[in-house]
């Protein structure tokens, strides 16, 4: 029996992976490092019991958006909840973008946006960004100009550099998306981590929409719950998409007991940030280059190693180093425009100590 051909546009595509690895300590998916308070489970666990298991959940998670909401001073209207982040970004590109569209991503930057740019359908357009991993906004506005894509990516920290785009340069791209109707997304899975947020310039009539993750800040990887913020009108062209009662109740009981602890978010977010600033001084001073990172990882390039060649393979060798001290970080060395390089997750102090003593090892025994 013949098997039934998938599209001819997703024949040679290959899905999203992130390789798992036994080891003590697991540094390569950006996850928070411990979970959320006891408090929380608790309060799930009552929660979760008043749950009737025989009816479908709100569809329109009333009560997360409106909590959500009141967290970001704006109105339910303007939430739109999902599963996982990735299930907002696909809602958003099967809603504007899709067969006949373009969709523009400045890379390196979170493989997603392109990935589910073409499942969707639409024409993937990958622009560049500089040796430093910086956007050239002119060169943004050119593209822009020449492409008209009908939805632009811009991640903020990026993912995997952690660089985070300026208010000016949100607002120069912005200004442009607009000018070829479009419309821009800021992804903001690590925006609690940095120093401002592109919330700050969401309006009713601004083609702009900032999306959100509970996986990282709020310790919550496991329960896929994601939202974006933007106008009304753009949740409402959402919801004509989204299958219904796409999100469980208890998804949506978890989300509303985890806002319920934003002061111990905040904690976690703080003591991530400063163990961020000490990886980030220990590595340059171990000789690594070090991107700065506004997100719970750091970008680096170990430095180079006589006779190991490439920066491609001092990368592989110092993660194949690491592995064999039970470490795991994200092994980016092979990836394009990341020549060399490794991404490492912020974890406990303790396991923060590990990675470094690790790396340590594994650059003296390979004679860096």
């Known amino acids: 029996m013949a098997r039934p051909p998938v599209r001819d546009d997703l024949a040679l595509i290959d899905g999203y992976h992130s390789p798992q690895v036994q080891v003590d300590v697991r540094l390569n998916t950006n996850e928070a490092p411990s979970p959320p308070p006891a408090e929380f489970d608790a309060a799930l666990s009552r929660a979760m019991s008043d749950i009737e298991w025989h009816r479908y959940p709100d569809r329109g998670a009333e009560a997360l958006r409106t909590a959500l909401a009141e967290l970001h001073g704006l109105t339910m209207e303007e939430v739109f909840c999902a599963n996982g982040s990735n299930e907002v970004l696909q809602t958003i590109l099967l809603t504007f973008a899709g067969a006949g569209r373009k969709v523009l991503t400045f890379e390196p930057t979170y493989a997603m946006h392109g990935h589910i740019a073409r499942v969707s359908g639409a024409e993937s357009v990958v622009g560049e960004r500089g040796d430093d991993h910086s956007l050239d906004v002119d060169y943004a506005v050119e593209l822009l100009r020449r492409e008209r894509p009908a939805v632009t990516f811009l991640c903020s920290p990026n993912n995997p550099t952690g ?186 102090k303790p396991d923060n100590d590990r990675f470094l003593q690790a790396l340590a090892e594994t650059l003296q025994e390979l004679g860096a």
Not at 268 to 296: C, D, Y
């Open 163 to 348: 660089i985070v785009e300026s208010p000016d340069t949100i607002r120069q791209v912005l200004d442009e998306v607009e000018a070829v109707d479009g419309l821009l997304v800021v992804d903001e899975a690590y925006g609690q981590f940095a120093p401002w947020s592109a919330i700050e310039l969401l309006d009713s009539e601004r083609s702009l929409v900032v999306t959100r993750t509970f996986s990282k800040t709020w310790a919550m990887a496991g329960a896929r719950l994601g939202y974006m913020l933007g106008a009304s009108w753009i949740v409402d062209e959402l919801d004509k998409v989204v299958l219904p009662y796409h999100l469980d109740s208890a998804k949506q009981i978890a989300g509303l007991c985890a806002l319920g602890f934003v002061d111990q978010m905040e904690q976690r977010v703080a003591t991530i940030v400063e163990e961020r600033g000490r990886l980030s001084v220990a590595l340059a001073e171990g000789g690594s280059k070090v991107w700065p990172s506004g997100a719970n990882f750091i970008l680096f390039r170990p430095p180079p190693i006589d006779g190991v060649g490439s920066r491609t393979d001092v990368g592989q060798a110092v993660w194949d180093g690491l592995i064999k001290r039970s470490v795991l970080v994200r092994n980016t060395s092979s990836w394009d425009r990341l020549d060399g390089c490794l991404r490492v997750t912020i974890g406990t």
